[in-house]
Structure formats: structure tokens, C-alpha cells
């Protein structure tokens, strides 16, 4: 490239910066029901804590409260971000305050899991008496309105629990089996991508197959071809090499002579952390937290009162004060990662650049990051000799899934 001109920018149609996640108004409405309901029981088990003399139920109380607080900052995010979804004032809308909010209670349950791991470390030093009797109902009391909380926060959601993956999140998957029929043979043929780079993978009913006489050719847009030849597996045939992105193609199956061609096309398979409503998540992860510790502090004073063993109670302080920071932590990490704009998925990162350098030109500079739950931005500077515009490779790259903001630098060049 000897010579770059002035770049020609694509994206200047006017459109909406609206990134919300799906079902934003419906978890909006839930969290603040689940508010109400915490904050009832909030007050039961701190004054019953406190009447009847059990550290834990007095910390699961002061837990609550803590996440009450939190679930009000989840709603009003929720509301926040929705009002002001239109508001001129954000450049890329609103989307990413669930992360800040999300990110902000993470922060709350790490400062939870210390205090309660402080006062259990005092009651093991310093046991006081417990009543049983009134401190042991309360806290199964405390678990129903846990469960039945995160029963609702989680009703109709996706993807909303405590799982603190810090790869892409990418799935594994295989796309639908196409039938062939060839020779006589009736055969599936699919792209298998389970952890392993994507292949080929055709089956037979009858199982005799012979990878000699079976080849596959794909025929990509600009007629690009490939010819992938296949090697036999255990019970199957696959191809000796992966399949590049993006998966939208003709594939000319050849068996003995006789060719059949069927269509793949591109599917959404990227239901990724970039799909995540954190804001939900941190709310439910608070309520499952209480959950934790409610059933670690009804399992302590059980066997404190069966066999006097005081030190449970605290002990199960202990266990519960670990497990909620263990959760702060893959919060944190994975908020802070977005707010950040860290790249939220490799996979579509590659896709978007397989898709421009496989017409032949170069991706020189390409940033990708997340906007909101379900979406992502991108600018990318394209290089190229030819005389296409940004419109061109917009509708390229229109099929991508989760591309919700798009904006195309074309840079000419000498060749």
C-alpha cells in the first residue's frame, strides 16, 4: 500500500441509540417488587436476630438490608436508563449503566462478605448464648423469601445467574444437519464446533462410508471456492480442515461423481456475556446469596443446639462470607471488563474481519465493545484498491448478529 487517501466515512444515516436489553421494562417492574419484599424481611431478621442472640441471623439480616440497598440501585438504573434512553447527552446510549450499577454492587457484597466474616471471627472468640427456638424459624422464614425472590427475578430471564467464565462465553454448538441423498446413501451433513475449530462432519445411516469418494467444495459470494477432503473418524467422516467464518455458504458434496449442493447460512450462535443483563445478575446474585448463607446459618444452629456446638453458628458466618466474595469477584471482573471496553467476544471479532479480508481487501484498525445487554458497536478502517463504499460493506456485515452500531472508515489505496 503506497498511498492512503482521505478516509470516506459510512454511518452518517441518522438512527437511534437505544441499547437496552430485552425485557428491560419487565425486570425493571420485578425488581422493585422483590425491593418491597426484602425490605420486610430485612427488618424481621435483624430484630429477631438481636432478640434472640444469633450472630448469623443478625449478619443474614444485615446481608439483606445491604442487598435491599443494592436491588434499589438495580431498579433505578432500570429506570434511569430507560428514561433517559433517547437523552442526546450519551453518545452510545444508556445501555451500560446495568454494568456500572452491576459493577457498584459487586463492590457492596465484597464490603458484605467483610463485615460478615469480622463478627464471625469475634463470636468465635467471644461465644454469647443463642435461642434457638425463635432464631432457627426465622431463618428458614428468611430462605422462603430468598428463594421466592430469586424465583422472580429470574422468572422468563436469560442468563442470569452466577457463572464467572472469563473467556468469551462463546457456545458450543452444531449447526443443523442437512439430509443428502447420493449414490443411494442418505447422509447428514452438519458443522461440528464442540470446543474444537469448526469441521465438516458427515454421517451415514448405513455407516459405510468411504472417504475416497467423498469430497466437499464450498462456494462463497465473488464465487470463492474451497475444497475441504474428508478423513474418517470414529463413525463418521470429517474434514481435514477447519471450515473458515463466516458460515454462509454453497456446499457441493460429491460422492462418486454425483454432486448435491445445499445452503448453510450464518446463525446467531453468540449468546455470550455480551447478551448478559449484569444489572439483573448482580440483583439475583445478592438474593441467591442470602439463600447461601440463610441455609448455612439454619444448618449451623441446628447442630449448635443438637450438640452444643456454639462455634457452628460463626463458623457457618465463615463459610457464607467466602462464597458471596468469591461472587463479588467474578462480578467485578466481568463489569469492570465492559466498562472498561475490553473486547466482549473474539468470535464476532473475527467474523467481522474474516468477513472484509475474504473480499479481498484489509481491515487496518477494527474496535469492538459492548453497548448494552445484546449489543455491540464496532469501527472498523478498511483498506482497499477497489472502488467500494461504506454502504458496501455495511450490507456485508449486516448479517452479524448483536451489531448494533456500525460505523466504516474505507481508506483508498494505490495498489
Known amino acids: 500500500m503506497s498511498e492512503v487517501h482521505s478516509p470516506i466515512t459510512a454511518g452518517i444515516t441518522p438512527h437511534d ?14 425488581t422493585w417488587f422483590v425491593i418491597v419484599l426484602c425490605g420486610i424481611m430485612m427488618l424481621i ?23 435491599a440497598g443494592a436491588l434499589l440501585l438495580a431498579a433505578l438504573a ?41 463478627e464471625s471471627v469475634t463470636r468465635l472468640l467471644a461465644p454469647v448464648p443463642i435461642h434457638f427456638g425463635e432464631a432457627i424459624p426465622i431463618a428458614v422464614l428468611g430462605l422462603g423469601v430468598n428463594v421466592a425472590s430469586a424465583w422472580l427475578l429470574s422468572a422468563g430471564g436469560h442468563d442470569h445467574g452466577h457463572s464467572h467464565g472469563h473467556d468469551d462465553h462463546d457456545e458450543e454448538h452444531e449447526d443443523e444437519a442437512q ?60 474434514s481435514r480442515h477447519e471450515i473458515p467464518e463466516p458460515h454462509a455458504f454453497a456446499a457441493r458434496v460429491d460422492v462418486a461423481g454425483q454432486v448435491q449442493e445445499i445452503r448453510f447460512e450464518e446463525h446467531d450462535h453468540d449468546h455470550g456475556a455480551h447478551h448478559r443483563d449484569n444489572n439483573m445478575r448482580a440483583a439475583v446474585i445478592h438474593v441467591v446469596a442470602d439463600a447461601a448463607v440463610s441455609v448455612l446459618v439454619i444448618v449451623g444452629l441446628i447442630l449448635a443446639r ?17 462464597v458471596i466474595a468469591s461472587w463479588s469477584y467474578g462480578l467485578v471482573r466481568d463489569t469492570g471488563a465492559i466498562l472498561l471496553d475490553m473486547l466482549p467476544n473474539a468470535r464476532t471479532a473475527d467474523r467481522l474481519r474474516c468477513e472484509i479480508e475474504g473480499g479481498g481487501d484489509q481491515v487496518v484498525d477494527l474496535h ?22 461504506g454502504a458496501f460493506y455495511r450490507e456485508r456485515l449486516a448479517h452479524i448478529p448483536s451489531l448494533s452500531h456500525l460505523t466504516i472508515e474505507v481508506n483508498r489505496a494505490a495498489a
Not at 452444643?308 to 462470607?321: F, H, R, S, V
Not at 469501527?379 to 463504499?389: K, P, Y
Open 179 to 238: 439430509r443428502i441423498t447420493l449414490a443411494g446413501r442418505a447422509m447428514l451433513l452438519s458443522i461440528h464446533e464442540d470446543g474444537v475449530p469448526p469441521r465438516f462432519r458427515l454421517t451415514s445411516e448405513d455407516g459405510a462410508l468411504l472417504p475416497g469418494e467423498i469430497t466437499i467444495e464450498t462456494v462463497r459470494d465473488g464465487d470463492v471456492r474451497q475444497r475441504f477432503v474428508m478423513v474418517a473418524r470414529a463413525g463418521y467422516l470429517e
Open 45 to 67: 431478621e435483624i430484630v429477631g436476630g438481636i432478640m434472640f442472640g444469633s450472630i448469623a441471623l443478625v449478619a443474614d439480616g444485615l446481608h439483606m438490608s445491604t442487598h
Open 306 to 322: 443438637t450438640f452444643g456446638w456454639l462455634w457452628m453458628d460463626p463458623i457457618a458466618g465463615l463459610i457464607g462470607a467466602a
Open 78 to 118: 432500570y429506570t434511569f436508563s430507560r428514561r433517559y434512553a433517547n437523552d442526546p447527552r450519551f453518545t452510545f446510549g444508556t445501555g451500560k449503566l446495568g454494568d456500572l450499577a452491576g459493577f457498584t454492587s459487586a463492590i457492596v457484597l465484597a464490603m458484605i462478605a467483610l463485615l460478615i466474616g469480622y
Open 368 to 389: 469492538l465493545w459492548r453497548l448494552g445487554p445484546g449489543h455491540l458497536g464496532a469501527i472498523v478502517a478498511v483498506a482497499t484498491n477497489t472502488d467500494r463504499d
Open 17 to 30: 441509540h437505544v441499547f437496552l436489553g430485552e425485557g428491560h421494562e419487565r425486570n425493571e417492574r420485578r
